[in-house]
């Protein structure tokens, strides 16, 4: 794993190295270089493996975080690469050259993101939602305890306690 | 009819939703005939749902109730997770074929619809389509809190809170998930019911049908389909 | 089944229309030569519900597209917006089939991030827990892989005996069907008394049962010709397209997580994963059948090596009030479909940030299913999607 890491740093502008288990390693590469490191990965360092595919929503920061997860199933050793893009207008180069399915998680993306991968097979036809209007539900801004009270017809009578307080004053009820 | 069948379909916007096989089209067949097709008018019935009155004798009212509620025909639309509590329902543990309850795999054979656990609005659109195709009289039960008041998923923006503004519902059965015996009471509960006269839910959705597609077409955000197609 | 390994094999396109740009023939309807069907989600034959929408000439399937979304609760976001305790008795309903599996890992992931470490009579009894998961899961699986061309008698038996392990799940955790039993830091009982003598009962029944399946459907000359030769994946796709699990085992891939990454207490148990190479339908029900055979030897291993009492519970903070430390991890393990992971970000606060799952089926139901449908019988669809186990409700959360 050592010298994995050190060899892709001779290589790659990575950085951000955190080894939280022996066989786990998250690093950070510019969005310039992900492709041709993931490409790197899979031909040369044998990480035949795509586990997955997925995003984070930094609303603070104006960023998504797209994370890459690859498995090398011969030493049995995962890496992550994790990359920035911007909120505003975001897209990524596609990857569903390197791994078919890659399309699938591109599709994914773009519906609850709203992240761009021009050139993904299918990538702007629906997945999971169906006729959908709002703002793509898994950005942070979505809020769906709002949209299901103005959508749906909530039945009457639900009650929405603090745990804290509830338990506080159930448990000392004079103060 | 025709005139019932152009105001069907002219509801329908020819938005970015309309499916490109749904249009009128000329095609020629392999034999050289050529043949007009207009999926909306020759495939879909028009004509809103009526209400089925008893019949007058009550005696054959009364034989008729229990003959429905003898032959419990479900249908095998596993719609959410209470699914999985169906597989022992129908093997020798529990057995509901001695309670004359036994899966159909068509709407049209079957005269109850088991809404097993959250509906998403994507399940609810085949919902409505598969339950409009079943024949009178029918059925639906509500498996799970979750068609109650949305139990688990009370604030998702996917699943419905309350199934019976979409569809009338005949019995509930409570929990996540309830348990095969809580099932079988549930049926017994139904066959109770109309063995009495009161599983009503078809006419009730015939009285009230433009309430309920109003309700359908509130969430059912691309509604490409008529509106009523048995 | 003595049939050479296939490395390279291709579906054949020669009778059909052209391929278009993105790799998706392109089928002109109004010839008249090619229908479309849907296949599911109201249809007896699909697991789960989903949906795939095939074109047919005549019998044969010229393309296949698979429809998922009819199950989306929208879990990660629903996740985020509770707090860490608040996520753990909804996890587990993120996959009805076995649903021990996304209880384990989530309360794994916690724990990495937190850096708890479990008291050692926990893990056995988390263990156990994932066995019996993966028990009752097969004993509805392997039959009913013959259930879908008709063989409906294993299924009635296998159900049977689901039930009577589910009875056992509901002594120790008190639910049949979701447990709630592996809590963040530990498990929430110890085993009630005389539990492993009703285990050992109805794992002497399974082992009956085995034979009798054995006799019943594996040699049956009609299963046999309905399944062998048939949705053969080739050796390579299994890099190419994430094909994990069984349907990996089945193709001579040895991938077991449980045996590559040892976790929970796997290391100190003694099993082998079983392969085969012809990777077809009958191939993957025989891995199936070994894998039964291996959890039922894993749980009685387990019983016998089992502590006797101990802690099971790490000291954890107020749960009300618990700050999980800023940073990311993904656990995996090795549920009866394959790779089971978990994708977990923290950023400090006492809520999740951002929580993925994956599932096997992900690749299994979409890419691979489309690809072996291209070509095959319009009889055999239902067969080809329980042979490659594909289970929705991971694939939209």
């Known amino acids: 794993m050592k010298e994995l890491l050190q060899r892709l740093e001779y290589r790659f502008d990575v950085s951000d190295i955190v080894q939280k288990r022996e066989n786990q390693t998250f690093l950070t590469i510019d969005k310039k270089h992900t492709i041709s490191l993931i490409t790197h ?11 997955l595919l997925t995003a984070v929503d930094w609303i603070e920061d104006n960023l998504f975080q797209l994370t890459y997860i690859l498995h090398n199933p011969e030493v049995n050793i995962d890496i992550a690469i994790r990359t920035m893009i911007s909120r505003d207008n975001p897209e990524m180069d596609s990857a569903h050259h390197l791994w078919e399915q890659v399309a699938t998680y591109q599709r994914e993306l773009k519906e609850m993101f709203g992240i761009n991968f ?58 | ?106 709407p049209r054979q079957s005269s109850l619809m088991i809404i097993s656990g959250y509906l998403s609005v994507k399940t609810l659109k085949r919902v409505v389509r598969s339950y409009e195709q079943m024949q009178n009289p029918k059925f639906v039960m509500g498996l799970g809190s979750c068609t109650i008041n949305g139990g688990m ?42 063995k009495e006269g009161k599983g009503e839910g078809a006419n009730k959705y015939a009285e009230n049908f433009e309430w309920y597609k109003a309700n359908q077409k509130k969430i059912i955000k691309d509604w490409n389909m008529p509106d009523y197609n048995w | ?14 009778k059909f229309p052209d391929i278009g740009q993105d790799g998706k023939p392109v089928v002109d309807l109004a010839s008249q030569k090619y229908v479309k069907i849907w296949h599911g989600p109201n249809h007896p034959g699909v697991t789960g519900n989903m949906s795939l929408e095939l074109t047919v000439n005549g019998d044969e399937i010229v393309d296949a597209k698979t429809h998922v979304g009819y199950l989306h609760r929208g879990f990660e976001k629903l996740m985020e917006r509770r707090k860490y305790i608040q996520c753990f008795p909804i996890v587990c309903r993120m996959c009805v089939a076995e649903t021990d599996f996304p209880e384990y890992i989530y309360a794994a992931a916690v724990e990495d991030l937190a850096n708890i470490e479990v008291p050692e009579m926990a893990q056995w009894l988390r263990t156990l827990v994932l066995e019996m998961s993966r028990l009752q899961t097969l004993l509805r699986v392997v039959p009913g892989q013959g259930g879908t061309i008709g063989l409906g008698l294993g299924v009635q038996w296998g159900v049977y005996l689901r039930d009577l392990i589910l009875d056992l799940f509901e002594e120790l955790t008190g639910g049949r069907i979701y447990h709630m039993y592996i809590i963040p830091g530990g498990v929430r009982g110890l085993l009630p008394d005389g539990f492993k003598n009703r285990m050992e009962e109805i794992l002497k029944k399974v082992d009956d049962y085995v034979i009798r399946l ?20 080739p050796t390579d796709w299994v890099d190419k397209y994430g094909i994990v699990g069984p349907n990996a085992r089945a193709a001579g891939f040895k991938r077991d997580i449980r045996k590559d990454n040892p976790y929970l207490i796997y290391g100190q148990l003694d099993y082998e994963p079983f392969t085969t190479t012809e990777s077809d339908i009958f191939a993957r029900a025989v891995v199936r059948l070994e894998d039964l055979k291996t959890t039922v030897d894993l749980i009685r291993q387990i019983i016998a090596k089992m502590p006797l009492n101990g802690d099971i519970k790490a000291k954890t903070p107020n749960v009300l009030h618990w700050k999980i430390p800023k940073g990311e991890t993904y656990v ?53 999607m329980v042979s490659l186990q594909t289970c929705p409700p991971e694939i939209e959360r």
Not at chain 1, 41 to 51: K, T, Y
Not at chain 1, 166 to 173: R, S
Not at chain 3, 218 to 232: E, F, P, S
């Open chain 1, 41 to 51: 990965l899979r031909d040369i360092e044998n990480f035949s493996h795509f586990v």
């Open chain 1, 118 to 175: 021009p050139g993904s097979p299918g990538v702007n036809d629906s997945f999971i939602l169906e006729g959908w209007d709002d703002i793509p539900p898994y950005r942070r801004d979505f809020d769906t305890k709002k949209y299901t009270e103005e959508t749906y017809f909530p039945r009457p009578g639900r009650q929405t306690n603090d745990p804290a307080e509830y338990m506080k004053n159930k448990l000392y009820p004079n103060g």
């Open chain 2, 1 to 106: 009819m025709s005139e019932i069948n152009n105001k069907n379909t002219s509801g329908i916007e020819k938005d970015k939703f309309f499916a490109p096989e749904n249009e009128k089209r000329t095609v020629t067949a392999p034999d050289g005939q050529i043949i007009e097709i207009d999926p909306l008018n020759d495939y879909f019935c028009g004509d809103a749902p009526r209400v089925h009155k008893p019949h007058k004798n009550k005696l054959f009212e009364s034989f008729l109730n229990w003959a429905r509620a003898e032959s419990i025909w479900v249908l095998g639309f596993g719609t959410g997770c209470g699914s999985i509590e169906l597989y022992p329902l129908l093997t020798p543990r529990f057995d509901a074929y001695r309670f004359g309850i036994q899966m159909a795999p068509t």
């Open chain 2, 153 to 194: 998923y009370w604030d998702s923006y996917n699943t419905i809170n309350r199934l019976d503004y979409y569809l009338p519902v005949d019995t509930y059965i409570a929990g996540c998930m309830p348990r095969p015996e809580a099932l079988l009471a549930g049926f017994n509960h139904l066959k109770k019911a109309i």
């Open chain 3, 1 to 14: 089944m003595a049939k050479n390994k296939i490395i390279n094999w291709k579906p054949d396109r020669s």
């Open chain 3, 214 to 233: 054995t006799s019943l459907m594996y040699d049956n000359a009609v299963y046999k010709k309905r399944t062998i030769g048939i949705g053969v994946i």
């Open chain 3, 332 to 384: 995996k393990s090795e549920s009866s479909r394959g790779e089971f992971g978990f994708y977990l970000v923290s950023d400090g606060s006492e809520y999740p940030r951002r929580i993925n799952l994956r599932g096997p089926s992900y690749t299994h139901a979409i890419t691979v299913l489309e690809k072996l449908l291209i070509n095959a019988n319009i009889s055999d669809v239902s067969a080809l």
